[in-house]
């Protein structure tokens, strides 16, 4: 009899990534996706640890399991994700209700460890990490996510242990996986109807260091290797380190007509001294330089990136430098958070100087300046011709589509025809929102229409 699976994704793209993972193994094992958490058979809630509030969410969410635990002794639950790697038997302690916690690195062994928990009825924690773990090969359900855009993991882990993050702590040292593995997947996806994929990984920018010298394909290599594939119309990859951009992956925006033109290179503060105690390993100065190559191999290109402010020793000029940055920058967008210590990460030991008000000024002041900058970037597309992706028809109103144009940006367009997700359309920008574009179809195409 089929069983129903409720999942709870919480954070990064990678761990979206592992939920429909999760999902296509269970479903090999007679589990049905179930939007209906009171109807479930089983529960899995991936977590997310990189800030404090991603890590409260998960635990409230556990927490509130416990009822319907009580009401259903069968009812399985499973915790996954940063916090389940780093927590373990913590967590084991604080919610007795939870049948397995399970680390990144264990997600493949899902459907044993559901058997094993329903036959024993034993709480589980799997969370060691191996030296030696590598990516099993492994071809998704096209029949589950989005039928036109799919993301593909080509790395796990981080090995650069910037000094706030808990990334190489939870989920492990780099593990690149294997390049055939890689091409197999998005061939498989492309052949299936999908459109755009984005390639995942913690720093992409470092796929290949941790193979053998002679058998390594750097990233570029593997970015123009995937672009080949017949079919593909849209290439996307995320995340980057500044310090590991190369001549070569700019390239790769010269030369890779399906690379999207948008770079997310998170930059986190515009102090050289705060820089290096965040253990970055680039400068001020070297960013600067990354930035002005990209726009050069590329000058429509978006560039979005991560600001942290209030980090340990962050004093009014360093703030004041970080401002300046984006001044220069001019980003599309940006992530930006107060910081807060992240346990094991190192800056645990680091002496916080900045108040928690004087952090809430500060971020206050970085994101209202950013939201006039984005504001100013988007004004600037008013008039220009661009193509978009469709991804759906909005809800609100009949005949107003919605889609992504190379650039990420959302633009939003009135048309008569019937499109479906994937579809490509050319608009001419009308008009700048706060989050969005708006749009009408180009001339030409709006005159055949009528
Ligand atoms: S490069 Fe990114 S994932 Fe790796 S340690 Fe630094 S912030 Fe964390």
């Given at each position: 009899m089929l069983k129903n699976l409720f999942i709870e994704t919480i954070g990064c793209q990678m761990n979206m990534r592992d939920s429909e993972i999760m999902l296509q193994l269970l479903k090999e094992s007679g589990y049905l996706p179930c939007p209906d958490l009171a109807a479930a058979d089983a529960v899995i809630v991936n977590t997310c640890s990189i800030r404090g509030k991603a890590e409260q969410k998960a635990y409230s969410f556990i927490g509130s399991l416990r009822r319907l635990k009580e009401e259903n002794p069968d009812l399985i639950i499973a915790v996954a994700g940063c916090v389940a790697q780093q927590e373990g038997e913590k967590m084991r302690l604080r919610m007795?209700?939870?049948?397995i916690i399970l680390g990144p690195q264990s997600i493949y062994q899902l459907p044993d460890l559901f058997q094993q928990v329903a036959h024993e009825r034993q709480g589980i924690i799997a969370t060691s990490q191996s030296q030696d773990f590598a990516i099993p090969s492994f071809l998704p359900?096209?029949?589950?996510?989005?039928?036109?855009k799919r993301f593909v993991t080509i790395m796990q882990g981080c090995n650069n242990y910037c000094t706030y993050c808990i990334v190489p702590y939870t989920r492990g040292r780099e593990v690149s996986r294997r390049q055939e593995d890689i091409l197999a997947e998005v061939q498989h996806l492309v052949a299936g109807g999908v459109r755009e994929i984005t390639l995942l990984g913690q720093n992409v920018n470092s796929y290949g260091n941790d193979q053998p010298r002679s058998e390594r394909t750097s990233f570029p290599e593997l970015l123009r290797q995937v672009a080949a594939v017949p079919g593909l119309v849209r290439l996307r990859f995320t995340t980057s380190?500044?310090?590991?951009?190369s001549p070569a992956l700019m390239a790769c925006f010269q030369d890779l007509?399906?690379?999207?033109?948008?770079f997310h290179l998170?930059?986190?503060?515009?102090?050289n001294g705060v820089l290096a105690k965040m253990n970055r390993k680039y400068t001020v100065e070297e960013y600067m330089a990354q930035v002005l190559g990209l726009r050069q191999a590329c000058p429509d290109i978006s560039l979005t990136t991560d600001i942290i402010v209030g980090f340990p020793g962050e004093t009014v000029a360093d703030f004041q430098a970080t401002m300046d940055l984006m001044e220069k920058v001019r980003y599309d967008s940006a992530f930006s958070f107060k910081y807060s210590s992240r346990p094991p990460a190192k800056s645990c030991g680091f002496e916080e100087t900045v108040s928690d008000q004087e952090k809430v000024r500060r971020l206050a002041i970085l994101q209202n300046r950013q939201q006039e900058i984005t504001e100013e970037r988007h004004q600037e597309w008013v008039g220009k011709t661009m193509e978009v992706m469709i991804e759906g028809e909005s809800?609100?109103?009949?005949?107003q589509w919605s889609g992504r144009s190379s650039q990420n940006l959302i633009v939003n367009f009135h048309s008569p025809a019937i499109y479906s997700p994937g579809d490509l359309e050319t608009v001419t920008i009308t008009e700048s929102c706060l989050n969005s574009l708006r749009a009408e179809l180009k001339l030409e195409e709006t005159l055949k229409n009528d």
């Open positions: 007795p209700h939870v049948d359900d096209l029949k589950n996510g989005l039928a036109h380190n500044p310090k590991d951009l007509a399906n690379l999207c033109h948008h998170p930059v986190q503060s515009g102090a809800k609100m109103a009949n005949g």
